[in-house]
């Protein structure tokens, strides 16, 4: 499943294509993907300007001329792919094989950039993803939108904020870290890695990280800072990996990412002098990878 730095990693690959561009026609090769199109979605977006391309969460937008929105998730197996002439650009790198083939592609935005007519095109083989449509001026109340937390990079995730969502929670660390209402898009993998890389045990009390008055302890602080550069490296490394591939042949270039802990379970703590063991342990029905020795 494409997780949060995918998303900013397709967002950026596509945006010197798209922004600016006239999306001139919108072409659905089927009336659904994991829900109905929005009705008259083809007609509503065709003959649009492309002003902007953004993220939320693990959500893409595509701002258009006239205040229209359109919101697309890729949910498990989603990618876009760039056609311009022959020579197919896919950006974002993902842990999984994007679908290559042909019968998949459910969505074609026809783009005139000015310089000469290329296609985007939106592949799915499990159909997860979906498209809809939102107004520009109402979209913090979209119903995708409304019960959101702060975003993994942004600034106002901070640990004065972090330690007002945990005080007084007995509720597992990693639990608390998954729920989107207090960080949007921080997903199990990056979850696991910012634990391991702040030494924080996913076992213990969110409402550890918190002093009798309310204020972050010092652990609040490094988990923030832990958080920050899991979702950075990872958008580096995607952001290398399109690099890597607009250059190669015209094969998908297939990023694996060098996690720290994630699905090592039985192999070597990482962390220089630890010697622990990465473990797997199951929370709230999610597979949780951590170094007992290490993370307190
Ligand atoms: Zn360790």
Redesign the pocket.
């Known amino acids: 499943m494409p997780e949060l730095p995918e998303v900013e990693t397709v967002k950026r690959g596509l945006a010197p294509t798209m922004e600016g561009a006239l999306l001139v026609r919108a072409e659905l090769r089927r009336p659904d993907l994991r829900f109905p199109f929005p009705e008259n979605f083809a007609a509503a977006v065709s003959g649009r300007r492309i002003l902007a391309l953004s993220r939320r969460a693990k959500y893409l937008m595509i701002d258009l001329e006239g205040g229209d929105v359109i919101v697309a998730h890729l949910g498990m197996s989603g990618s876009f792919r760039i056609e311009a002439g022959t020579q197919p650009v896919a950006p974002g790198g993902f842990h999984h094989p994007r679908g290559k083939d042909e019968k998949h592609d459910h969505v074609i935005f026809h783009l005139d950039g000015g310089s000469g007519q290329t296609r985007v095109i939106y592949n799915d083989p499990r159909r997860f993803g979906f498209m809809d449509l939102a107004r520009r001026d109402t979209i913090a109340e979209h119903a995708f939108f409304r019960d959101l937390g702060e975003e993994p990079t942004g600034n106002a995730l901070d640990a004065v904020y972090l330690a007002a969502r945990f005080a007084g929670k007995s509720q597992p660390l990693k639990t608390a870290l998954l729920d989107q209402r207090t960080i949007a898009g921080l997903g199990n993998i990056y979850v696991c890695e910012a634990l391991w890389r702040s030494g924080l045990s996913p076992n213990r009390a969110a409402g550890t990280l918190v002093d009798k008055r309310g204020r972050p302890k010092r652990a609040l602080f490094a988990l923030v800072e832990a958080i920050r550069a899991v979702i950075a490296d990872a958008i580096a490394a995607g952001g290398s990996s399109l690099r890597d591939h607009i250059q190669a042949d015209g094969s998908l270039g297939y990023f694996q990412h060098a996690f720290s802990v994630y699905d090592r379970e039985g192999e070597a703590?990482r962390?220089p002098d630890?010697g622990?063991t990465v473990a797997r342990i199951v929370q709230a029905g999610r597979s949780t990878f951590h170094?007992p020795?290490?993370?307190k």
């Open positions: 703590c962390k630890c622990g170094c020795r290490c993370q």
